[in-house]
């Protein structure tokens, strides 16, 4: 007889799959030009520019969503002659295999986000869509490895590729990239202008690696995919919260929680450092800087949503920080233990640090781990 999983087993296998989109790598490359990103981060930097372009929350679900099919098939460069039908096709059949790996009903919402952004109809889709466009085109911009080569590349699809549609939906930044590459000196507003710094110094979050790696093992995770992931998380798992939460705030939160890195780096939570508190005021210095580069009110408004973060009182915080510390544990059971020998963590401390935290905020996630995490310690014990 065979027993269905559960449905929690089946949101964290889907949550599992998804940690592979790490690993597609797109045409564009980061700002400092020292090598291609990958498709999760560029989905956190486009959920990032969403919520500081005020985009609608629908619009953000979206950019967390919107590439997840390129784990089956692949990213097609928008420079490069491509057959959309076939593409179109294979991306379908990913979108029936992955969703379908959630519970039928969160592959029925999932799998309509996703189809709403491709339609492009609804006005959260048109955010999306000129985001993802405006997005690629900034990051090629800034790109302090850019030749002439890239440039023309640039002018060719601003006058008749995919973001010659900024011409009618985003007219200011159209001129302003036209402006870059033909040093015409147009300028942005000042707020738009702050956005846009903001958001380019945020693209240094992808390389910062952290002490996981991915869950195949292959290298370590950097922050900014980890920040996609987790909420993704959000997204998938918030029925489990110990407590109702605003899952937008909560989303909002993960998309911003390890900016402070850019600065401070990330510290593993098995060191030593970690345990005295070490990194706290280099972090907080980070925060009043890097939040600073935004206009007044948003900076301010973000600033005060990274520090309830940290705080972790309100029930979105706890809800969020039980995540934070969940997705580890599952790259660690992944890869066979993944940094627990490095750190020589013991089944107490992982309850202290990270287990009693999950449990305060998402605790059926934390039984559901829990006799794997049992298992791999026994088996160690055993050896």
């Excluded at 005021?281 to 800087?289: D, G, S, Y």
Aim: charged share 25%; net charge negative; aromatic share 6%.
């Amino acid at each position: 007889m065979t027993t269905e999983p559960t449905r929690l087993a089946r949101q964290l296998a889907f949550l599992s799959e998804a940690d592979r989109l790490k690993s597609v790598v797109r045409a564009n490359a980061l700002m400092d030009g020292s090598r291609r990103e990958n498709a999760a981060e560029h989905s956190w930097h486009l959920a990032l520019w969403a919520l500081v372009f005020a985009a609608p929350p629908a619009a953000i679900h979206m950019a967390l969503l919107h590439d997840i099919v390129e784990i089956d098939a692949g990213d097609h460069p928008i420079h490069l002659p491509q057959d959309y039908a076939a593409i179109a096709v294979k991306e379908r059949a990913a979108a029936d295999r992955l969703y379908a790996l959630l519970p039928d009903d969160q592959n029925l919402r999932f799998r309509a986000i996703w189809e709403a952004f491709e339609a492009g109809t609804s006005d959260a889709a048109r955010a999306a869509r000129m985001l993802d466009t405006a997005q690629p085109l900034m990051q090629e911009l800034g790109n302090a490895a850019q030749t002439e080569v890239d440039r023309d590349i640039i002018r060719s699809l601003l006058a008749t590729g995919r973001p010659a549609i900024l011409a009618d939906d985003w007219r200011d930044l159209y001129t302003y990239a036209l402006g870059l590459l033909d040093h015409s000196g147009f300028r942005l507003d000042a707020d738009t202008s702050a956005r846009l710094r903001f958001l380019a110094e945020a693209d240094r979050l992808k390389t910062k690696l952290r002490a996981t790696t991915l869950f195949d093992g292959s290298r370590r995770e950097n922050s900014a995919e980890h920040s996609w992931h987790l909420a993704l998380f959000a997204l998938t798992l918030s029925e489990h919260a110990v407590r109702p939460v605003d899952i937008h705030r909560v989303v909002a939160m993960l998309l911003i929680h390890d900016l402070v890195e850019i600065d401070a780096g990330d510290q593993p939570i098995h060191t030593a450092a970690a345990d005295a508190g070490v990194k706290d005021a280099a972090e907080r210095a980070a925060a009043i800087r890097l939040f600073g580069l935004l206009p007044e009110p948003q900076g301010d408004t973000l600033h005060a949503l990274w520090q309830e973060f940290e705080a972790a009182v309100s029930d979105d915080a706890i809800f969020a920080k039980a995540l934070d510390r969940v997705q580890p544990v599952m790259a660690n059971l992944a890869t066979g233990g993944g940094t627990w020998p490095t750190y020589n963590v013991t089944p107490d401390q992982l309850q202290t640090r990270v287990g009693a935290k999950v449990e305060r905020g998402a605790p059926a996630v934390w039984a559901a781990l829990k006799p794997q995490i049992d298992l791999w310690f026994h088996d160690r014990q055993g050896n």
